[in-house]
């Protein structure tokens, strides 16, 4: 099994290898990240798609039932005995004919990846089922996370489920308390610090590294392995056909870069015959790559990617003291750890990026739950997203398109109900008051 997988810097300059038993965040020799990387020739992969839902019809098999482990040839890294799952991927692709004709696209071409089914209600289940095997397999003891909410509930079930000590950092007032609530319930010990997600980040780094404790956050390459297998369900469900755009919320950039590698890998497999485009949605107050991207023309440039570029942007936000701001609180990110692999996903999709403001965010928002789901202020970017890219005839309206619902709608229920109680947008639908009399009720209810 080792030799079928193995860690690699993606720097084109550094290009150094690791075995999969060992630890890393970030590449010891350059400090650049790292990719999971397969002999595929070692490697007994499906010949189709469609062999991997034959084990549908072996869902007694706990790895099989598992909507990551079911595609386990694709992300190879460890043998079975190492494999942790709490039954994550579950998830519904969902037809939404009602939308699409709200927003007048052809009704049968939209659909919605709910990753809120989850474990433990958002898309992060399917990244730390991947990093707590990996941890398992090399015997790790410890866990740490920095994160905006969703990162610290999956970090905090999967370790309490795995036996493993766990520290969660957070920002001081910047998470859900639906959110936070997992994290404290799960038994993981919560860390408040007075800054954003950017200061907790670079804070749990350094712990890692002095403590060795094993650090669950995307910088961690087996975690972007599980994050893959959310395409590989959204083909499954489309009967094994890629859709045209598939349309994300971008905050740390983990799941964009998941999915540029999920499809670079299916293509050299053999096993799709065209790669979708990726449309990747920054919130307006935290739009750090649809700046670098659309304004400073950064791109992959085959790795070499200009990193003055980047840091001179970093070294702004130092200087002014900027944190980026948005309802969406789970990609209220600034320096996103993943930016040049995400560069390399929009290379290997034909991407496009794009930052919606918090009022459209939260328009989306009720729009969704107003034709029969619920989601996160986040997930609701991926719909604000599509509507502005159907608006600047990016998207056809004949496209077929497939959003990505990151989280539960009641992960930060406070958005919901402000928005509706208070009004703020033109899909809002506030409780009624009425006095205790039969004859008004009767009233209000027939109006």
Known sequence: MTDAAY????????????????????????????????????????????????????????LDYSGVW????????????????????????????????????KAENLFLQYEGLNPSGSFKDNGMTAAFSHARMIGAKSSACASTGNTSAAVALYAAMCGLKCVVFIGSGRIAFGKLS???????????????FDDCMRQVQDVCTQMGLYLLNSLNPFRLEGQKTIMFRIIEALN???PDWIVVPGGNLGNSSAFGKAFAELKELGLINKTPRLAIINAAGANTLDYLVNTKKLTWNNGNVDMQVV?????DFTAKKFSPHTCASAIEISRPVNLKKCLRALETCNGIVRSVDDDKIKDAKALVGKFGFGCEPA????VAGLKLLLDEKIISPSDR??????????????????????KQGPYANPPIEVANDLSKIVQIISA
Not at 311 to 315: C, I, K, Q, T
Request: glycine residues 6%; contains cysteine; hydrophobic residues 35%.
């Open 7 to 62: 860690q690699q810097c993606i720097n084109p300059a550094c290009n150094a290898s690791f075995s999969c038993q060992e630890s890393f965040f970030k590449c010891p020799k350059c400090g650049d990240l790292l990719d999971i990387r397969y002999n595929w020739d070692k490697i007994a992969v499906p010949k189709k798609m469609s062999d991997f839902a034959k084990r549908w019809t072996t869902r007694n098999i706990p």
């Open 70 to 105: 079911r595609f386990r040839e694709l992300l190879n890294f460890c043998d079975d005995k190492h494999k942790v799952t709490i039954g994550e991927g579950q998830t519904l692709l969902q037809q939404n004919c009602g939308l699409a004709n709200h927003l007048g696209m």
């Open 182 to 196: 997992q994290a404290m319930d799960y038994g993981a010990t919560t860390i408040q610090i007075a800054g954003d």
């Open 240 to 242: 094994f056909e890629v």
């Open 311 to 315: 840091n001179d942007l970093y070294n």
């Open 379 to 382: 997930s609701a970017a991926s």
């Open 401 to 422: 398109v497939a959003c990505i619902l990151t989280g539960h709608a009641l992960k930060d229920p406070n958005v919901t109900v402000n928005y509706h109680k208070e």
